[in-house]
């Protein structure tokens, strides 16, 4: 998964085939990272619909784009770079067109999305009601961080995406990175305090 300059990219084969045409070949790199592509998109938009559109656009520009991956990252690292630039965009425009989203318009399916809720609480209902409770509270915290802190708190600590390779999505430094996602957790502790109180 990550850069590695001594390990050959595990994609490579999938990737020159598919910039010969091959759709199967780029099928089948959508299937390997679909699924994280999804969450990165949905924790960064809180909105189901939303993320559907901006992966079949992801998906597209990648598709289209492939004659001019050079190989200088992994296929990994450079389409996480078109999911996120693609997803801040949005992000943007949809601010400047509506001025924001506000907490009503927050995807209520963030509480019942099976890629988000822990099962094993389904046949309790008051662990149920407790976790739907943390779902709202920390996705109103996450909306209210900036664009660019929410982005490395989902890239961190939903996805699992270690520093340094955030740092090459992003196009940024490592010190960047940790400092955004220092300043993201005391904005988040601080907003969810009194939950736990």
Do not use: C
Not at 13 to 24: H, S
Not at 150 to 178: C, N, W, Y
Request: proline share 4%; glycine share 4%.
């Amino acid at each position: 998964m990550p850069d590695d300059p001594l390990q050959p990219d595990p994609d490579e084969d999938l990737v020159a085939r598919a910039r010969t045409g091959d759709t199967r070949a780029f099928d089948a790199l959508i299937l390997k990272y679909g699924e994280k592509l999804y969450g990165l998109v949905y924790n960064m938009t809180s909105h189901k619909e939303d993320t559907y559109d901006l992966l079949q656009d992801i998906f597209a520009k990648a598709y289209h784009s492939l004659p001019k991956f050079r190989g200088h990252s992994s296929f990994y690292t450079w389409i996480y770079q078109i999911a996120v630039n693609m997803t801040l965009n949005f992000l943007k425009k949809r601010k400047r067109r509506a001025g924001g989203m506000s907490l009503n318009e927050m995807d209520s399916a963030v509480q019942t999305d099976p890629a988000l809720v822990d099962s094993s609480h389904m046949a309790n209902p008051e662990k149920q009601s407790k976790l739907h409770e943390l779902q709202k509270r920390l996705n109103e915290a996450m909306l209210g961080l900036s664009e660019a802190h929410r982005t490395v708190v989902t890239m961190f600590d939903i996805q699992g995406i270690p520093h340094a390779e955030i740092a090459r999505i992003l196009k940024t430094s490592e010190g960047t990175v940790r400092s955004r996602l220092h300043y993201a957790h005391l904005q988040l502790q601080s907003k969810l305090q009194d939950y736990w109180e």
